[in-house]
């Protein structure tokens, strides 16, 4: 699966039956792997899910709004 708008961002299921994650890692260079099983992927949805507010301050808190448009 490609994510509309976002470049180097892919998500597959491998043979195995485990979600795979493929990203594009300006920090390494290259491309990134993460395997995930079904069981593990449940479980970050549930963190996220949990944390999303506290994600989502982190995120932005570095980000400068202007008022003046």
Known sequence: ???K?????YVYPTQAG??????NSFEFGKDVHVYLT?????N???WVNRNE???????NGGVEYDTQT
């Open 18 to 23: 485990k979600i795979a994650i493929r990203q």
């Open 53 to 59: 507010c506290e994600i989502d301050d982190l995120w």
């Open 44 to 46: 970050l949805e549930r």
């Open 5 to 9: 708008d976002v470049e180097g961002f």
């Open 1 to 3: 699966m490609k994510f």
């Open 38 to 42: 079904l069981e593990q992927f449940k």
